[in-house]
């Protein structure tokens, strides 16, 4: 082709998205270099990041800039970001604990997409969103100790929690706001007392240990990866089996966004009342939603239980649900990129900070509050509510 016939406006558009993967690439490998870097130059990076952010306003500018500029490629951050992650494992030197942990995140990150589902595109806040994630963990995990593969054992959580998820929606489908949030607290601490005192089901404070491995085509995840140049440590299986499960949900996500579910999701979002006057029948609109989002922690909660081998009451508390309130928040509400990425920052940050202390959680509040003063609707605002007011 000859470049010279390619428009000015057309060149600088693909440069722009060949710098984007290239620094998306670069950012993968320094994110493997800063898990894998010692303490202490941990916390002069977390340091001088907030300084610089506070301090410096023509840097904190460009680097908005930036964000804008990926924002505006979105096809080359998806193609860098994936090319990225299949090449984390191998970036971060077969590190079985920071791939364990990175697969954690990634489970988080599909919580956080489906929460996004009732706080980005109808506004409504779920405070217990673990009663969901725990309602597929124990699904998941029952029936995979009654001999079923871990396939159909995801399909059966995804299926619980789409029917738990429309009964809460059904019984506070008229409420809103505050309301919703509170009828949602309540159902997420009803979850945990089931959990703790059905112990013929649940085995209660105890827990449920040596949940099945998961098993493909004579494959488990026990067993390490051979690919004759570098063999990867037995923890690369599940990080590749999360990712595909995250790319999935991003893509089911992104189609409803696009079709015309999403633009009902925004007018309602906006003006129910409005709405409910071209004829939409809102309550069983959002009785959908609601089911629909909780399927994701249907989803994320058969790969938490197969990847952990354990779990507890202690897993699916109010923290958790607060957590992943608030990736979708710091990420940016309705973007599922941004919420993508703020779930695996909050689930990161916390286990790189260990070796603080008692003070870790000092630090980790001070980046949240940095991050939000100056970046209130998040780091990757969804641009569809540029024009909204909040």
Same mark, same amino acid.
């Given at each position: 082709?000859?470049?010279?016939?390619?428009?000015?406006?057309?060149? !600088?558009?693909?440069?722009?998205?060949?710098?984007?993967?290239?620094?998306? &690439?670069?950012?993968?490998? =320094?994110?493997?270099? /800063?898990?894998?870097?010692?303490?202490?130059?941990?916390?002069?990076?977390?340091?001088?990041?907030?300084?610089?952010?506070?301090?410096?306003?023509?840097?904190?500018?460009?680097?908005?800039?930036?964000?804008?500029?990926? #924002?505006?490629?979105?096809?080359?951050?998806?193609?860098?970001? %994936?090319?990225?992650?299949?090449?984390?494992?191998? /970036?971060?030197?077969?590190? *079985?604990? @920071?791939?364990?942990?990175?697969? $954690?995140?990634?489970?988080?990150?599909?919580?956080?997409?489906?929460?996004?589902?009732?706080?980005?595109?109808?506004?409504?806040?779920? &405070?217990?969103?673990?009663? +969901?994630?725990?309602?597929?963990?124990? %699904?998941? !995990?029952? +029936?995979?100790?009654?001999?079923?593969?871990?396939?159909?054992?995801?399909?059966?959580?995804?299926?619980?929690? @789409? !029917?738990?998820?429309?009964?809460?929606?059904?019984?506070?489908?008229?409420?809103?706001?505050?309301?919703?949030?509170?009828?949602?607290?309540?159902?997420?601490? $009803?979850? #945990?007392?089931?959990? $703790?005192?059905?112990? @013929?089901?649940?085995?209660?404070?105890?827990?449920?240990?040596?949940?099945?491995?998961?098993?493909?085509?004579?494959?488990?995840?026990?067993?390490?990866?051979?690919?004759?140049?570098?063999?990867?440590?037995?923890?690369?299986?599940?990080?590749?089996?999360?990712?595909?499960?995250?790319?999935?949900?991003?893509?089911?996500?992104?189609?409803?966004?696009?079709?015309?579910?999403?633009?009902?999701?925004?007018?309602?979002?906006?003006?129910?009342? *409005?709405?409910?006057?071209?004829?939409?029948?809102?309550?069983?609109?959002?009785?959908?939603?609601?089911?629909?989002?909780?399927?994701?922690?249907?989803?994320?909660?058969? +790969?938490?239980?197969?990847?952990?081998?354990? $779990?507890?009451?202690?897993?699916?508390?109010?923290?958790?649900?607060?957590?992943?309130?608030?990736?979708?928040? =710091?990420?940016?509400?309705?973007?599922?990129?941004?919420?993508?990425?703020? %779930?695996?920052?909050?689930?990161?940050?916390?286990?790189?900070?260990?070796?603080?202390?008692?003070?870790?959680?000092?630090?980790? *509040?001070?980046? =949240?509050?940095?991050?939000?003063?100056?970046?209130?609707?998040?780091? =990757?605002?969804?641009?569809?509510?540029?024009?909204?007011? /909040?």
């Amino acid at each position: 082709m000859n470049v010279a016939a390619v428009p000015a406006s057309s060149r !600088t558009g693909m440069l722009r998205a060949g710098l984007v993967m290239l620094s998306i &690439l670069a950012g993968f490998a =320094l994110l493997a270099l /800063f898990l894998r870097k010692a303490e202490g130059m941990v916390l002069a990076a977390i340091v001088a990041g907030i300084f610089t952010i506070v301090a410096l306003p023509a840097s904190r500018n460009a680097a908005w800039r930036g964000l804008a500029i990926l #924002q505006a490629h979105p096809r080359a951050a998806v193609a860098a970001c %994936a090319i990225g992650a299949v090449l984390l494992p191998i /970036f971060l030197h077969n590190d *079985g604990y @920071w791939i364990h942990v990175l697969s $954690i995140a990634m489970i988080f990150a599909i919580m956080a997409i489906g929460l996004n589902v009732h706080l980005g595109e109808i506004g409504l806040v779920n &405070l217990g969103y673990a009663g +969901l994630f725990a309602v597929g963990a124990y %699904a998941s !995990t029952l +029936l995979s100790q009654a001999g079923a593969p871990f396939w159909l054992a995801t399909l059966f959580a995804m299926t619980v929690c @789409w !029917t738990t998820g429309g009964l809460l929606g059904f019984f506070s489908v008229r409420t809103s706001g505050d309301y919703f949030a509170l009828v949602t607290l309540g159902f997420g601490l $009803i979850v #945990q007392q089931l959990i $703790i005192n059905l112990t @013929w089901l649940t085995q209660g404070n105890n827990g449920i240990t040596n949940i099945p491995a998961v098993s493909m085509l004579g494959h488990t995840s026990k067993m390490p990866i051979d690919l004759g140049i570098v063999r990867l440590v037995p923890e690369t299986n599940f990080f590749y089996l999360c990712l595909v499960a995250l790319c999935g949900s991003l893509v089911l996500a992104r189609h409803y966004q696009k079709v015309w579910i999403g633009r009902m999701w925004t007018a309602l979002r906006q003006d129910a009342i *409005g709405v409910s006057c071209f004829g939409l029948d809102v309550p069983r609109f959002k009785i959908l939603t609601v089911a629909f989002g909780s399927m994701f922690a249907g989803l994320a909660g058969s +790969l938490f239980a197969h990847e952990i081998g354990f $779990i507890s009451p202690d897993d699916f508390t109010l923290l958790h649900s607060v957590e992943v309130l608030a990736s979708v928040i =710091l990420g940016g509400i309705g973007n599922l990129f941004g919420v993508t990425v703020g %779930a695996i920052i909050l689930s990161v940050a916390p286990e790189k900070l260990r070796f603080l202390g008692d003070y870790r959680l000092l630090m980790y *509040g001070a980046m =949240l509050v940095v991050l939000l003063i100056y970046r209130p609707l998040g780091l =990757l605002p969804d641009p569809r509510r540029r024009f909204e007011s /909040f």
